[in-house]
């Protein structure tokens, strides 16, 4: 057959999905690597979309959404943050928030433009900046910070040819929230060098402590202008399958956004986003449990590591990760987790994935039950009990 294109021949594929198929052909393996909530989407939420449904809401709807879950969506986010947007004009309804970040890179980068992206970072980051042709330049995230992207570290990485920052907070696969304070002065060097900045906030409902603050970016004086603010529906309402997302943005760039979703999705269904409208006015109680869950199993992760030999982590302050330093094992991260998986049938993320910062680290995701968390941490330390008393008796 005819060749495949450089684009497709050069595209990348996750880690955590490379982790995943391998864990498929291992029965009874716990699974610390998939970033998806263990929650089921709420009744109410699915009961709205079939009465949706069921009343013909089966056709296309606007490119830029439906007019209902805009007017909500920008409530919701205005009360929020003290922002401004306008459902008319300032927001575009997505297939999931990796469609807004896409959108955002094609309205923002043109091929051979850099954009700099937090390392550890996303890994589908990486692999979107390669399909729209630009140039990913890597902020370093260091451990010593807790992994918090410092204004310095973005200032030194800024290059002639840089058009855009991508943020992500809290982070994954760190689970670390940019503190107030950097917010402000990475804002300085935004509006210094020119640039627009793509800040995700799909992590921003999950965050553990009263003491962390957790802002946008856009809420910064003079930044709403030149930020697009991606939001899902995904992680805060247990609703991964349902591709619910949305970019928030000054009118000219959401215009051109909503000109590009006629040329990849058209779309999104409407029966969905009127599910996603009944999230929105309902009640907290999924997020509420979800919250309480994951606090517990992060802070039952981070108890685990501290008591396990030859690893480490810093406690996440949001999302559902955290990094594990394994370094200590002589093993690579990649090394160390399939040899986790064929040995204690625990699956992990080799975190090199997520950049050259994540390499040495694997990232673990603490959606699952308390039950399910606490056997693979078991697991994991008996292993690591075993591998530890193996090599130092060599």
Known sequence: MPKVSKRAAEALYPSVREMFELAAGVPDAVSFAIGEPG????????????????LDDTHYTPNRGAVALREAWCEHRNAADGTDYDPD??????AGGMEAVYLAMLATLDPGDDILIPDPGYANYFGQVRLVGANVVPVPLDAGHGFRMQAADVEAAVTPRTRAILLNSPSNPTGAVIDAEQLDLIAEVCERHDLWVISDEVYRSFVYDPSVECLSIAAVPGMRRRTVVVDSFSKTFAMTGWRIGAAFGPKPIIDRMTVMQEDIVSCVPGALQQGAVAALEGSNEILDEMTSVYRANRDMVVAAVADMPLVSCATPDGAFYVLVDVRDTGMDDHAFAVDLLHRAKVVVTPASGFGGRGRGYVRLSYVGTPEATAEGLRRMRAYLEDYSSATSSR
Do not use: H, K, L, M
């Open 39 to 54: 929650f089921d989407t709420p009744q109410p939420v699915i009961d709205a979309a079939y009465r949706a449904a069921s």
């Open 89 to 94: 004009t300032d927001v575009i309804v997505t």
